[in-house]
């Protein structure tokens, strides 16, 4: 048992989490419970399983796991099973689009996590829950809304990874901070810094897990820097070396990624081809944290191409407006509102325009530096 836990743990570093010899090390691993085995190893080999299960983006099954480790932590709670239950719990629903529950377990994760032991790892197999959880808690706040809190809560978790030395957490939380600003756009004019930081540690420690989803993050950081062309190239290549640890997770949103890149050298056909793919594989995975986003940009490329489509396209913003709705995902809803706001001002709807974006800005109470709200503010100042 004691082997495989620790083989399971090295191959999930540097062979990929969700890799099949990780899958296979922690099946086998998971086989060979029996009553004798403590509750860190249950905790380490449902650690394992959900990790191959979310990498995959079989957010279902992940999931599933999460709400097994948070039964284990029903009979186990002076240990550090309730951090590592909540941790997980609040990943996937995360992933699925249930940020506000996602805030809600990561939350409970952080506090259980430092009254236990603070910056302490947990043990040789795992990360430190609290750091992970406050770590992801950025991706949370960030699209409902929270923008500055995210960004602190993403440096943060990275000024205390560091303090551990522990490389695969580190790695983890740096991609999550190159993520935060650059798919999400957090770092603005400095767009970029944080994916380059990422790459450089995952290839001095030899991290894949993390490498080929902070290259990503490189990328969509040319695509607002040189010529987009060569981000293409970078984002496929990025993807391709993901698909062959059969790391799904984020394949979405890579997809609408890839596709705001051919809108901007003036390919929407392109873009809507795999925006289509991108909506696929959500509904089938259940990854829907960037749905929204997807429906929106669909839209705006379905009215670049314009002609009878563009009655489609003003379908697909009031589509991403509902779901950003059904998901308090404040940002996205100002994403989907600035969109449908700048079509009606091109159709002549002023008041309609000023109407549907003007409540929706003024929601927010902070991150007024952020390309996105930049952009509704310089709308709402055109249409006033």
Same mark, same amino acid.
Request: hydrophobic content about 45%; aromatic content about 8%.
């Given at each position: ?57 079989? *957010? ?151 490498? *080929? ?172």
């Amino acid at each position: 048992m004691e082997l495989h836990l620790s083989l399971g743990q090295m191959m999930r570093a540097t062979q990929g989490y969700a890799s099949p010899e990780t899958l296979r090390i922690f099946a086998r691993a998971r086989d060979l419970l029996d009553e004798r085995a403590t509750v860190n190893e249950r905790n380490t080999i449902l650690y394992g399983l959900w990790s191959v299960h979310y990498v995959r983006a079989e *957010h279902i099954a992940a999931r599933d796991v999460a709400r097994q480790c948070l039964q284990l932590a029903e009979h186990d709670r002076n240990t550090d099973t309730p951090a590592l239950a909540h941790m997980l719990m609040g990943c996937s629903l995360w992933a699925m689009g249930a940020f506000v529950d996602s805030r809600d377990h990561l939350e409970r994760a952080q506090e259980i996590s430092g009254t236990n032991k603070g910056d302490a790892l947990v043990s040789r197999f795992s990360h430190n829950n609290g750091i992970a959880a406050l770590a992801y808690l950025s991706w949370t706040l960030w699209p409902l809304g929270y923008l500055e809190q995210a960004v602190a809560s993403a440096r943060e978790a990275a000024r205390r990874a560091h303090r551990t030395g522990h490389v695969p957490l580190t790695a983890y939380v740096l991609f999550i901070e190159a993520f935060l600003g650059t798919a999400f756009g957090a770092e603005g004019e400095t767009l970029g810094s944080r994916a380059d930081d990422a790459v450089a540690y995952c290839v001095e420690h030899r991290v894949t897990a993390y490498e *080929h989803w902070s290259r990503f993050c490189q990328a969509v950081a040319l695509t607002r820097s040189d010529d987009p062309r060569d981000a293409i190239e970078t984002m496929s290549d990025a993807m391709g070396a993901s698909e062959k640890i059969n790391a799904f997770f984020l394949r979405p949103l890579h997809l609408g990624h890839l596709a705001a890149a051919y809108m901007s050298i003036s390919q929407p056909e392109v873009a809507l081809g795999y925006l289509d793919q991108a909506a696929r594989i959500a509904q089938e995975s259940e990854e829907q944290f960037f749905a929204a986003e997807l429906h929106r940009l669909r839209g705006v490329a379905l009215l670049e191409i314009g002609g009878e489509r563009e009655d489609e396209g003003e379908v697909e913003l009031q589509r991403a407006l509902a779901i950003a709705r059904q998901q308090a995902a404040r940002l996205w809803e100002l994403c989907a509102a600035t969109s449908l706001a700048r079509l009606w001002r091109d159709k002549g709807q002023r008041t309609g325009a000023r109407d549907l974006l003007a409540p929706v800005y003024g929601w927010f109470t902070e991150g007024f530096d952020t390309p996105d709200l930049k952009d509704a503010k310089a709308l709402l100042d055109e249409l006033a």
